[in-house]
């Protein structure tokens, strides 16, 4: 069985997380790393979400971090090629944090990444050693590629559905806060109505007892 067929097969069988491992293996035996990741790229293009690692502990998961406009996002993120570094002068051209990188024994990187329908659902992320990559290896590493459109489209579907959440909560504390208004405006207007009631019965009251005291006879006058 090759490296990819074992993908596939964990693909078909297994949980995220062991299918990760198994991408993980097949392609360090399909074209080496010391270093591999798996980020999610935002539908924004703006964020990105680490959901697997090889080295937890210097790269760990979870979280978003914001990724600037630069010469490497535009070429990953935004046009959808691959890119290979070569040396310590690409990671230092490719990366902000290419001091860690360097300090794991890594010098050359190849970002795959990972397209459905005209968009960048995430990156694949490898690296090694100084010249390890070539320009020919992105095309060995294309196929893993394409079985992590279903765990991407995944990543994007839990990331909607906290949306929502979100959203639909938001709806209710609005909701809640309108009926308070309303409740409040409603109570007003009728202690407001209330008060017009009274002040026209009190009217009434004292026009009846004006015209009582309009219509009274004149008292009669006693014959002496």
């Not at 964020?47 to 490497?72: C, D, L, S």
């Not at 996002?73 to 860690?100: C, M, P, T």
Request: charged share 25%; proline share 5%; net charge positive.
């Amino acid at each position: 069985m090759t490296p990819l067929d074992s993908c596939v097969a964990a693909l078909r069988t297994s949980d995220t997380p062991t299918f990760f491992k198994a991408l993980d293996a097949g392609l360090k035996a399909t074209v080496g790393h010391k270093l591999f990741t798996l980020l999610y790229v935002a539908p924004n293009k703006k964020r990105v979400k680490r959901i697997y690692t090889n080295m937890p502990k210097e790269y760990p998961v979870g979280g978003y971090k914001a990724i600037e406009q630069t010469a490497w996002r535009i070429e990953i993120i935004d046009k959808g090629q691959s890119w290979v570094g070569y040396n310590a002068k690409d990671i230092e051209w490719a990366f902000f944090d290419h001091e860690l990188i360097k300090s794991l024994g890594c010098e050359s990187a190849m970002n795959i990444p990972v397209t459905y329908g005209g968009r960048v659902l995430g990156t694949m992320n490898l690296l090694d050693a100084e010249n390890h990559y070539k320009a020919t290896d992105p095309e060995k590493v294309l196929p893993f590629a394409a079985l992590m459109i279903g765990p991407f489209l995944d990543a994007v579907a839990q990331r909607r559905q906290y949306l929502l959440a979100a959203i639909g909560l938001a709806d209710v504390i609005a909701l809640l806060g309108q009926g308070v208004a309303q409740g409040a405006a409603q109570e007003q207007k009728s202690h407001e109505h209330s008060n017009a009631g009274d002040r026209v019965l009190g009217d009434v009251r004292h026009a009846g007892r004006r015209r009582h005291v309009l219509h009274q006879p004149p008292p009669r006058r006693r014959r002496c």
